[in-house]
């Protein structure tokens, strides 16, 4: 279908790393997470296997996330990982290199953009096409980008928030806020050590998030409503979305005694929590909509703002997003992979997207 070059877009999250093979779809879906030695940096695990380390690593191993805030914070491990997810997806004995676009968000400085390109070079491209992450979300989430007619996406990842207004098939507006997922797992985090004293690891904070994680406290019978319909097999929300429980069984180290400890945590306290980062992608979004032109706001107002990325998902956003920007808004379909299918569109269709996209 496209010759002997391979065609590769890379969604390269600070929480979880897409590939699609254009003509195939999505190959590969992994956390972005590498496990190497202390002693010579050799890459020892990447992905899901690297992320079942974190936190319980011997002192020989350390792994680590070399995407911080939707950027690059480690260079070298990163080119390691590139290279694993080229290797996976077209093989380690390539005669042809394959041409690779690969999003960054679109705050990112010119040296930022340079080191993902660099880095993708390294590890095996013949031509690196770089592509803001609004666009290709908006792509991904098959809104018609090239109409003279403003559509506003919010994507809200694991390391950076993006909201934008696209028209023309390019962004007129556009806001990015290195606040998202990993921030509301800090603050869940702190929450626990400073009201219980008790330290909890990475992975019970997001557990902690997608089990009881709400953006609103309130709404107890539409709740148990939602609860019925699930009971019934039908999710009134996203097959995505976790089902609704009210409390869980917290477990971590005490900080006084340092043993390990269990306590019960509730949805409201979640909640509590959590709210001041929400508040700070809402800021974003309002930010973003203060600035756009009357004509473009007019057209958002009739179509309402779209959501995607992991974090859209956390149980009552949209409505929390709606209420403060009042603005409908509604999560994307699939919206974990809007921008790995967006990025994957605009390369199998290069020549349609190459006014909105750079190259090296």
């Known amino acids: ?66 995407m911080r805030d939707g950027v690059i914070a480690d260079y070298r491990i990163t080119e390691a990982m590139l290279s694993y997810f080229i290797d996976r997806t077209v093989g380690k004995n390539r005669f042809f290199k394959p041409e690779v676009m690969i999003c960054v968000p679109t705050g990112v400085t010119q040296v930022e953009r340079r080191a993902v390109m660099d880095a993708t070079l390294s590890a095996g491209a013949k031509v690196v096409y770089i592509i803001e992450e ?21 994507d809200v990842g694991g390391g950076s928030t993006e909201a934008a207004v696209i ?12 606040v998202a997922g990993n921030k509301i797992e800090e603050a869940i985090a702190q929450y626990v050590k400073r009201q219980y004293n008790l330290f909890i690891g990475e ?9 009881i994680g709400d953006a609103i406290r309130e709404e107890r019978e539409q709740k148990a409503e939602g609860r019925s319909q699930m ?51 809402i800021g974003a979004v309002k930010q973003v909509l203060e600035n756009t032109p009357p004509e473009l706001a007019a057209d958002i107002i009739d179509k309402g703002i779209v959501m995607a990325g992991g974090t859209s998902l956390l149980t009552n956003f949209d409505k929390l997003m709606t209420k403060e ?22 390369i199998e269709n290069i020549e349609l997207y190459k006014r909105t996209v750079s190259r090296k």
């Open 1 to 66: 279908m496209f010759g002997l070059t391979k065609r590769i877009g890379i969604d390269l999250g600070t929480a979880n790393s897409l590939v699609w093979l254009a003509g195939v779809g999505v190959v590969l879906n992994e956390p972005t997470v590498v496990a190497v030695t202390v002693d010579d940096n050799r890459v020892v695990a990447v992905g899901n296997e690297a992320k079942e380390m974190l936190g319980r690593t011997p002192g020989n191993i350390t792994a680590t996330r070399p």
């Open 134 to 154: 609004p666009l290709a979300s908006s792509i991904g989430a098959k809104i018609p980008i090239a109409q003279a007619s403003g559509n506003m996406i919010v």
């Open 167 to 178: 028209s023309l098939g390019g962004v007129v507006v556009h806001r990015s806020a290195r």
């Open 203 to 211: 992975r019970m904070a997001e557990m902690i998030k997608l089990t």
């Open 231 to 281: 009971a019934e097999g039908v999710n009134p929300t996203s097959d995505l979305r976790p089902p609704i429980s009210e409390s869980m069984e917290v477990r971590g180290r005490d900080a006084i005694s340092g043993l390990p400890r269990m306590i019960t945590l509730t949805r409201k306290e979640v909640t509590t929590a959590i709210m001041p980062v929400l508040q700070q992608i």
């Open 325 to 346: 920007t009042g603005v409908v808004c509604h999560v994307a379909e699939d919206p974990l992979l809007c921008v790995v299918r967006g990025t994957g569109m605009a």
